[in-house]
């Protein structure tokens, strides 16, 4: 459905800025493909080459077989995108605004009212408010709705949660589920793992550059890792300590604890908090765990600036 090969953009300026660096990616019909990476990756550059809004510099990319430079026409025909940041007409209202994405696409709310019906419920009771006037989950709500009202083969959804409450992320994925039943293509974005779980399969992105690409749980499964949880009050104190310590491979910050990579040789994790305390970290505690999806991010990002730094 989605086939990208090559594909780099650059940002011109005093200093070029590499956008994408020779991205390859191939995303098949009817999955819920997720593209995984912190802000300034390429998440949004690459959403634009593919819903025809921006021209790449190398490299070609097509969607449903159609060539995103010289089938534009075709390709936004079918494709609904829902940018990652709010650009429905503020001062229309709910209705209004679907409405006239409707009639752009020669269309009518009936006629599909039946594939944007549970999200549109939760935001019907407030048709006739002002967009500008919602909140953000209901916004996302309304946008993906205009999105879908043409009922598009492939649908763009560029960071639909970012700014959003926590129960209305829950309730957009579980959309998202809904949607794919209903055989349509999606490729979201995100900067959350703990979404990455609930893709078919996912690309993790850094700088321009695609990591890897696997279903979700492969990816993790993958990496049989020594991988420790620490705690400790002094958390930061924590974080220097283990930066000198012989045999880590790779320390961060995960939530109010640290990730800690040691090396299959060393002593264990008993060994390591004994050293810990013994340093002045009389309450800290360190626990053995199972990599997650941001586990193996940060170790491949960790790994790969090594390298660059060679």
């Not at 912190?38 to 190398?58: E, S």
């Not at 916004?139 to 492939?154: D, G, T």
């Not at 794919?180 to 979404?195: A, Q, R």
């Not at 695609?210 to 890792?225: D, E, F, R």
Request: net charge negative; charged share 25%.
């Amino acid at each position: 459905m989605i086939t990208v090969s090559k594909v780099s953009k650059y940002y011109g300026g005093k200093e070029t800025v590499t956008a994408l660096d020779g991205i390859d990616l191939s995303i098949e019909e009817g999955e819920l493909f997720g593209l995984i990476g912190p802000d300034g990756a390429g998440k949004t550059t690459l959403f634009r080459i593919l819903t025809t809004l921006m021209v790449p510099d190398k490299g070609y990319a097509t969607v449903m077989g159609y060539d995103v430079v010289k089938d534009y026409n075709q390709i936004r025909q079918h494709v609904g995108y829902m940018p990652g940041r709010f650009s429905l007409y503020q001062d229309l209202s709910v209705i209004e605004n679907l409405e006239f994405y409707a009639t752009l696409f020669n269309t009518t709310i009936e006629k599909n009212y039946h594939l944007i019906k549970p999200i549109y419920e939760q935001i019907e009771p407030f048709k006739d408010r002002r967009a500008g006037a919602l909140s953000g989950g209901m916004k996302q709500k309304l946008a993906l709705s205009c999105a879908l009202i043409h009922k598009p083969k492939v649908l763009f959804l560029d960071e639909p949660t970012t700014g959003v409450d926590v129960v209305s992320r829950k309730e957009f994925w579980q959309m998202l589920s809904g949607l794919k039943d209903e055989g349509i293509t999606i490729l979201v974005s995100t900067p959350y793992m703990d979404e990455a779980s609930m893709c078919d399969r996912i690309a993790l992105i850094n700088e321009g550059k695609i990591l890897q690409v696997a279903p979700p749980h492969s990816i993790a499964a993958s990496y049989q890792l020594n991988l420790w949880e620490v705690r400790a009050e002094k958390i930061y104190t924590a974080l220097q300590l283990l930066e000198g310590y012989d045999g880590v491979k790779g320390v961060y910050p995960f939530g109010d604890c640290l990730h800690v990579e040691l090396e299959a040789t060393k002593k264990d994790g008993s060994y390591l908090e004994m050293w810990l305390q013994r340093s002045g970290l009389a309450d800290a505690r360190v626990k053995a765990i199972g990599a997650g999806i941001e586990d193996v991010f940060l170790i491949q990002l960790h790994s790969t600036q090594k390298i660059q730094s060679v």
